[in-house]
């Protein structure tokens, strides 16, 4: 139960190292959603997030001789930083196994607090075998970051602080959820003391382990995770987590990249803070769940949980946030290739500002254009769509196309009308070089590539669009060579943003 959790929270060693973080009133979020909105400030902790608290109490609870051998973990982000940091503090030995995709900024945080990182692997799940391996062979202790209940417990510190700087009616607390570690300890301490206060995690689209798993009523293990949201890509939730979760879990709520991108930028607009998107991903759920109940005039707490973010990602998180938070709508149209036909057009989108407006010359009877629109909300974007056939159009709405808002609207060239035989893929690269000499070596020059569009976006893995001329006799070969690859992919040669400014 929930309350066997409470000594262990109550007694935990994070305040040797972690701050008891503010609990801000968000003004401007407050108005916007018609709540009372309050942030629980964990980016403001030492190492920028609150996975401190665990990794400290984990460490404190081991034995000098324990410690000596040192500590060893497997991590691509905020828990390396937790650990490498507790473990100068203890003035222990810690090493850190990373994926060879980390990005260097991560890296030299962990080494600036003295641990020894082991580059290994292009993914979490590789790092995370190399590192038992190590632990195995080294006898030392391996931190993980989440499943543990000193780990869990060091987390729920978090919830008897919400409860102690906040002691009037609260409606919900929203988390984050990876692996489940944060959402375990807060909610364990909240429904031990005040059970009538909704807990409610929050989790990004495909990285949804924790809601598969209710609903299933047993751990499911994920295909692929969203990389996007890096601080909660987790495949499977742990056993002990999850046996937490069952009990204390009122809802999970699932939002898309775009909503997360929305998020940060609310944040930011009312506290001036830059939130990393697994620190802001919580407030995207509150503002879901807010529209989707109708709540009104309720006290709402976020778990603001890291601010460990690439500069480099804030332009994506740019390009996206008025998409997320649909005030920019997507649209591939269809006009007469004629003099006139784009002032009748933007006559027929009216007072709205254009943000682009992209268009190559292909076919001498009528243009394909991509065109993005300012709107206020769905609403208007509907009222759009309506006057757009009115006049005689066939808009169709690109705003939720990943293919169109990741590659579509940087590209440049047109249709191929040579390319026979052309399918279209988009990948996921491992952010390292070599990435491409593997997936061209894989290829073996068996079919020519007609088409190819990279753009990082300062994430661990590179979104490709890539065109190969595959004949239809050897489309089994082609599935044999996608299996050796080894890199997530999605088939888009159906998708009309394809068929509109490609194919």
């Given at each position: 139960?929930?309350?066997?959790?409470?000594?262990?929270?109550?007694?935990?060693?994070?305040?040797?190292v972690?701050?008891?973080?503010?609990?801000?009133?968000?003004?401007?979020?407050?108005?916007?959603?018609?709540?009372?909105?309050?942030?629980?400030?964990?980016?403001?902790q030492?190492?920028?997030?609150?996975?401190?608290?665990?990794?400290?109490?984990?460490?404190?609870?081991?034995?000098?001789?324990?410690?000596?051998?040192?500590?060893?973990?497997?991590?691509?982000?905020?828990?390396?930083?937790?650990?490498?940091?507790?473990?100068?503090?203890?003035?222990?030995?810690?090493?850190?196994?990373?994926?060879?995709?980390?990005?260097?900024?991560?890296?030299?945080?962990?080494?600036?607090?003295?641990?020894?990182?082991?580059?290994?692997?292009?993914?979490?799940?590789?790092?995370?075998?190399?590192?038992?391996?190590?632990?195995?062979?080294?006898?030392?202790?391996?931190?993980?970051?989440?499943?543990?209940?000193?780990?869990?417990?060091?987390?729920?510190?978090?919830?008897?602080?919400?409860?102690?700087q906040?002691p009037?009616?609260?409606?919900?607390?929203?988390?984050?959820?990876?692996g489940?570690?944060?959402?375990?300890?807060?909610?364990?301490?909240?429904?031990?003391?005040?059970?009538?206060i909704?807990?409610?995690?929050?989790?990004?689209?495909?990285?949804?382990?924790?809601?598969?798993s209710?609903?299933?009523?047993?751990?499911?293990?994920?295909?692929?995770?969203?990389?996007?949201?890096?601080?909660?890509?987790?495949?499977?939730?742990?056993?002990?987590t999850?046996?937490?979760?069952?009990?204390?879990?009122?809802?999970?709520?699932?939002?898309?990249?775009?909503?997360?991108?929305a998020?940060?930028?609310?944040?930011?607009?009312?506290?001036?803070?830059?939130?990393?998107?697994?620190?802001?991903l919580?407030?995207?759920?509150?503002?879901?769940w807010?529209?989707?109940?109708?709540?009104?005039?309720?006290?709402?707490?976020?778990i603001?949980?890291?601010?460990?973010?690439?500069?480099?990602?804030?332009?994506?998180?740019?390009?996206?946030?008025?998409?997320?938070?649909?005030?920019?709508?997507?649209?591939?149209?269809?006009?007469?290739?004629?003099?006139?036909?784009?002032?009748?057009?933007?006559?027929?989108?009216?007072?709205?500002?254009?943000?682009?407006?992209?268009?190559?010359?292909?076919?001498?009877?009528?243009?394909?254009?991509?065109?993005?629109?300012?709107?206020?909300?769905?609403?208007?974007?509907?009222?759009?769509?309506?006057?757009?056939?009115?006049?005689?159009?066939?808009?169709?709405d690109?705003?939720?196309?990943?293919?169109?808002?990741?590659?579509?609207?940087?590209?440049?060239?047109?249709?191929?009308?040579?390319?026979?035989?052309?399918?279209?893929?988009?990948?996921?690269?491992?952010?390292?070089?070599?990435?491409?000499?593997?997936?061209l070596?894989?290829?073996?020059?068996?079919?020519?590539?007609?088409?190819?569009?990279?753009r990082n976006?300062?994430?661990?893995?590179?979104?490709v669009?890539?065109?190969m001329?595959?004949?239809?006799?050897?489309?089994?070969?082609?599935?044999?060579?996608?299996d050796?690859?080894?890199?997530?992919?999605?088939?888009?040669?159906?998708?009309?943003?394809?068929?509109?400014?490609?194919?």
């Open positions: 139960m929930p309350e066997k959790y409470l000594k262990k929270i109550l007694t935990s060693h994070v305040y040797d972690a701050h008891e973080t503010p609990l801000e009133h968000a003004p401007l979020l407050s108005e916007r959603t018609c709540n009372t909105v309050f942030l629980k400030r964990e980016d403001e030492p190492v920028f997030s609150f996975k401190i608290r665990g990794a400290y109490n984990k460490m404190a609870g081991l034995s000098r001789d324990v410690l000596k051998r040192g500590v060893i973990c497997a991590s691509a982000g905020n828990h390396a930083q937790g650990v490498a940091f507790a473990a100068q503090r203890m003035k222990t030995r810690a090493v850190v196994v990373m994926p060879r995709t980390t990005p260097e900024i991560k890296i030299n945080a962990v080494r600036s607090y003295g641990a020894r990182v082991v580059l290994h692997g292009d993914n979490y799940d590789a790092a995370w075998e190399h590192a038992r391996g190590i632990c195995e062979k080294k006898q030392m202790t391996f931190i993980h970051p989440f499943d543990d209940p000193d780990v869990i417990a060091g987390q729920g510190t978090i919830g008897f602080e919400i409860l102690k906040h009037q009616a609260l409606e919900a607390v929203f988390v984050p959820v990876g489940g570690g944060l959402i375990g300890g807060i909610g364990a301490y909240i429904k031990a003391l005040r059970p009538e909704k807990v409610i995690g929050v989790e990004a689209e495909d990285c949804d382990a924790m809601e598969k209710l609903v299933a009523g047993k751990r499911i293990m994920l295909d692929h995770v969203n990389t996007f949201v890096d601080g909660t890509a987790v495949r499977q939730v742990g056993s002990e999850f046996r937490l979760a069952k009990q204390v879990i009122d809802e999970v709520v699932v939002v898309s990249n775009d909503e997360v991108c998020a940060i930028k609310d944040i930011f607009e009312d506290r001036r803070s830059i939130l990393e998107p697994a620190g802001a919580a407030m995207a759920g509150l503002k879901a807010v529209a989707k109940h109708r709540v009104k005039n309720r006290n709402l707490v976020v603001a949980s890291g601010a460990n973010v690439n500069f480099d990602r804030l332009r994506h998180v740019a390009e996206r946030a008025e998409v997320g938070e649909r005030r920019e709508a997507i649209l591939a149209v269809t006009i007469p290739e004629k003099p006139g036909s784009f002032k009748k057009f933007c006559a027929t989108i009216g007072n709205r500002g254009i943000t682009e407006f992209n268009y190559r010359y292909d076919d001498p009877a009528r243009a394909h254009i991509f065109v993005g629109v300012q709107i206020h909300d769905q609403k208007e974007e509907k009222q759009l769509m309506t006057a757009l056939r009115k006049h005689g159009y066939k808009p169709v690109m705003t939720d196309n990943e293919m169109a808002k990741l590659h579509i609207r940087h590209m440049v060239g047109g249709h191929a009308t040579n390319a026979i035989d052309e399918i279209v893929y988009r990948f996921m690269f491992p952010e390292r070089p070599g990435a491409l000499m593997n997936f070596n894989t290829m073996g020059g068996r079919w020519n590539i007609s088409l190819f569009h990279y976006h300062g994430a661990d893995f590179g979104r669009l890539v065109g001329q595959v004949p239809a006799n050897e489309q089994k070969e082609f599935r044999e060579f996608l050796r690859l080894g890199y997530d992919y999605t088939d888009e040669t159906g998708n009309p943003a394809y068929k509109l400014f490609l194919g």
